[in-house]
């Protein structure tokens, strides 16, 4: 008699719990890559972030999500495979443009001090370098 009258409060509360448990294994993996995608985005400086963790995880939630078509399972793992893929092409498309653009930099830097020194002797910028 005890368990029917809270069932208007126990199916609810179920629900809830299920849905806020899918919700969790939906986003769970994505929730780590925020402070580093901050961070990257930041420093602009990609170094300590190994792009084959993202392959990796994308060739893992390719493979699982061409499993649901031989196999069916739950849909929020689904889901959660969609989502983790875009992630990691977030990930990549920025550690890409970081990594091109510091070496750009570089290479510049590179080219803007070569300028200023011939065959290993430092010139002044008032002088016309000599050549070798």
């Known amino acids: 008699m005890e368990a029917e009258g809270l069932d208007w409060l126990l199916v609810p509360l179920h629900q809830l719990v299920s849905w806020g448990a899918a919700a969790a294994m939906v986003f769970g993996g994505v929730v780590p890559y925020i402070p580093q995608y901050r961070d990257i985005r930041r420093t602009q400086n990609a170094d300590g972030f190994s792009t084959y963790v993202c392959l990796v995880l994308l060739v893992a939630n390719i493979l699982r999500i061409l499993f649901w078509f031989g196999r069916r399972f739950e849909s929020p793992l689904l889901w959660q495979s969609a989502i983790m893929i875009l992630t ?33 002797r430092a010139v002044m910028p008032s002088r016309q370098p000599t050549s070798c």
């Open 88 to 120: 990691m092409l977030l990930m990549l498309k920025l550690c890409t443009e970081v990594r091109v653009a510091n070496e750009l930099n570089a290479r510049r830097r590179c080219f803007a001090a070569s300028r200023w020194f011939s065959c290993g």
